[in-house]
Every structure is written in C-alpha cells, then in structure tokens.
C-alpha cells in the first residue's frame, strides 16, 4: 500500500521532545508523567510508522496493544469520518441509533464467548472500565462486603480505584492512602488467592495474561480453579481483557482458551483501534443490580465512540482477526524462540514477550531495535514486549525478526 503524504516537519515549536521533556523551562506543554520520548511520529498506515523525518518504522507495539486492525485501517477511518459527519453526541438523556447498535453486537459477541446474555456499559478507557466493574462489585456485595481481590503484579489502570486495584505496591506509594477495599495475592497461586479470602469479599479481578506486568499468562487450571471457588464463595470473577481482548490471544477473550465464562469482562484498547473507548460487560442478574443513577459518563456510548465499534467488531469477524493473530502469532513466536539472543518467549496469539538470554538489558535492545525502525517495549527489564496489529502480514514478521536477530545476536 502506497504510504499517505508526509505532514509538514514538526518544526522548533516541538524543540522540548529532545530539549526537556516534561521540562516547564524548556517550554514543554506536557506535564511531566511520561519519560522523554525517542521518537515522534507523523504518520502511520497498516503495521508501518514514520516519524516527522520520515524515516519508516515497522509498528510491533501497536500503540500499547490498541491498533490491532493497522493504523489508518480503512474501514474504521471511513467510519469515523461518516459518523462525524452524521452525529458525534447526545449525552444520555438521550438515547443515540450508533449506541443503540454496538451495544447488541457487543452483548452478541459476549453471548457467543460466554454463551450468557449480559449488559454492557460504554465509557472511554480500560482504567474507567475497571472502575465500573468494582462499584458493580460494591454494589453486588453490598455494604461490608466490598472487597476486590486482585494479583500482584497486575495492571488495571491509572484512576485512585483501579491503581488500587493494580498490584504494584510503588505505583501505590506516592497517592497513600489508597481507597481502601483492595487486596492482591500472588498471580497464578490458587492457595494465596484462597487465603485472602473472607466475608468482606465481593469480587475477583485478573487478567488472564498479565500485559503490563510482563505479558505473564495464567494456567488454564488456575483460572478454572478461580472459577470454582468464586462459584463456591459467591464471588464474582470479573476478568481485565483492556490488553488481551478483541482478538490479541488469538481467541476474541483470553478467558476463552481456558473455558471459563466469567461474571463480569472489561475491555478497552482493540475495541476502538485507536479511538479511545472501553466497556464493561455483566451477566444480566449481576448487572441488574446497578440502577439509574448508580453509575455514568457523559462519553458513555456517544455516537462516534460506538460506531468505531461497530465497525471493529465487524472488520475482526470479516478477517478473521482472532484466526489470524493465532496463526501469525505462532510464525512470530517460532521464529523468537530460534533466535540466539532470546531465552524464552510467553504470552499468546500476538501478545508475546521475549525474555532476553544472559540478563540483557531488554532497555538498550528496545533503543536500538528503534534507531533500526522496529517499534517494541522493554516490558520487564529483561524482556521485550511484541504486539504488533493481528493484520501484520508475514512479510512484515520476517523483517522484525531479521532485526531482531541484528540486535539480538
Ligand atoms: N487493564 C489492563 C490489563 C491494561 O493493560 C491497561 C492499560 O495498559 C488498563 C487496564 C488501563 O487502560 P487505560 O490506559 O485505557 O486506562
């Protein structure tokens, strides 16, 4: 595919990406949360980047597992554009046609991963996505019986609640004190998660592969086992598919390879390709338990967000994108495991991580794999994270991991 015009160059108003990023003094508008940035990119389309010099990259990283279906993908473009051009918002005193639709063909797509009819609430990120799904916990248990068991080593967003959530004690400590109601136990130890349990308990929240926390999955026994224990408890098992749904495994939830149907699915990333929206899903009887008032967004559900959706929904089922990041998964991992530089690979479908051989610093590899024009994440200190949109052709594998092994070797 032709690559679209190059935009004009970033010019000195952007002086503070190499000057001082973050840097009041150097005139940077951003505050300062994120660490200086390498690159700055103009452009994209498919699995390829350029940065405001041009200079082409292959896109392995997929803006943090978002742009499953390419950049600049057609359809969802020509929906964006359509829709802007038809009707972006209402709020939801109102209800909208665009809403209105992906709304079923999301409680649909659930309804063939679980085989259970639910509910689902539109919003803008997997952060808020999560905090949805631990006040439906709150209001599940009922008072004295709030409490979110959630795993160490976890990722479930940036706002008070679901940082709480998350199980990384020093992302907790410059906010002390945290919300209270929260509690982690070891990833993929069925006895901790046991332990940890009481009265005060409503809920389970996991990722089934861990993305943020190294791209680690869970063991199907494990998950099978949650399941039967929040089954026995009374529990919700609420499963964070932000990073691993809509097709990134290889399947349209990571839940599905080990059979578990889960109460309550939260999602955010693929579903927009880019456009920034989430959702959480609900068995219906669990969601009935919210009531108006209970919960909200002025985004939830707005036109545009929902027909980008729609559209994502529709292209992953036409291509076959769950089929296609299973079988170009398997290429990518094969060929990571035959390379000298990689210890172990891990993860599925398209959301692998290369453990680097003899402790390399996973860091100087991302750097130089990116001045090569190969766009990845030193996800642990120690492995690199590989998530490239379920579109990237074989071609395009090839040639990461040919730099990959310039890297590497
Ligand atoms: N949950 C998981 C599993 C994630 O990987 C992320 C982001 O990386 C989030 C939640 C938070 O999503 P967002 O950044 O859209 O708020």
New binding site residues.
Partial sequence: MAAPEPMPSAGPAHAFVTDGFGDVAAGCPFMPVFGPPQVMFARGRGTELWDVDDKRYLDFLCG?AVTSLGHANPAVTATIAAQADTLLHVSNLFANDAAARAAVELVALLAEATGEQGQVFFCN???EA?EAAIKLARKFGGRGRHVVVSALGS????TLASLAATGQPAKHEPFQPMPEGFRHVAYDDLAALEAAIDPSVSAVLL?TVQ??GGVVPAGDEYLRAVRSLCDERGLLMMV?E??TGFCRTGRWFGFQHSGVVPDVVTM??GMGNGFPV?AVWARREIAAVFRPGDHGSTYSGTALAAAVVSTVIAEMRRIDAAGLAASRGARLRAGLEALPGVAAVRGQGLLLAAELADGRDAKSAYTELLDRGLVTNAVTATALRLAPPLTVSEAEIDEALALLREVLS
């Fill in positions: 943090l990120s997997g952060a999560n990722f479930h967003g940036r990722e993305g943020e964070d932000v990073q955010a990333k989430g």
